[in-house]
């Protein structure tokens, strides 16, 4: 639909004449190519996309999906849930399953310490619970 009103709005400018200094034509043009970019990257993606809609058989170790709470050596807890690349929402606590935490998170158990290389240094977590749910509220 966004495409659609974008196309729109395009043509109306085009039809003003001079596009080389027409904003509104290259700022619909660079609008467009946006939309369009993001199509063919989703285009691609679907076909290798896999929909997991169930819990796993051990819900005592971390995998895709899990929401984990963590403790850190100075007693700060978070709450992440392990997702797909394109489900990244750091704002709901989701991070990618390619994330340097997420992958060292993986595999682990309830009480497994974990600890992860980042750019500041070494950080160690402590994994103090792994749930399996829909979605929940911070």
């Known amino acids: 639909m966004r495409r659609g ?3 729109h709005h395009l043509a109306a400018a085009a039809a003003e004449g001079d596009r080389s200094e027409n904003a509104e034509y290259i700022y619909r043009k660079k609008e ?3 939309i369009d970019r993001r199509i063919r990257y989703l285009q691609k993606r679907l076909p290798n996309l896999t929909v997991v809609n169930q819990s796993p058989d051990n819900q005592n170790k971390v995998f ?3 929401w984990v709470s963590l403790e850190n050596e100075a007693g700060d807890e978070r709450t992440f ?15 990618s399953i390619d994330a340097p935490l997420a992958r060292a998170l ?4 309830l009480d497994d310490d974990v600890n992860v290389k980042t ?5 160690s977590w ?3 619970d792994i749930r399996y749910e829909k979605e929940r509220d911070h």
């Open 126 to 128: 402590f994994i103090t």
């Open 106 to 109: 993986l595999k682990r158990e």
């Open 64 to 66: 895709f999906g899990a």
């Open 81 to 95: 849930k392990i997702v797909g690349a394109d489900e990244i929402d750091t704002m709901r606590g989701h991070i």
């Open 119 to 123: 750019p500041s240094g070494d950080v």
């Open 5 to 7: 009103d974008v196309t």
């Open 32 to 34: 467009l190519r946006e």
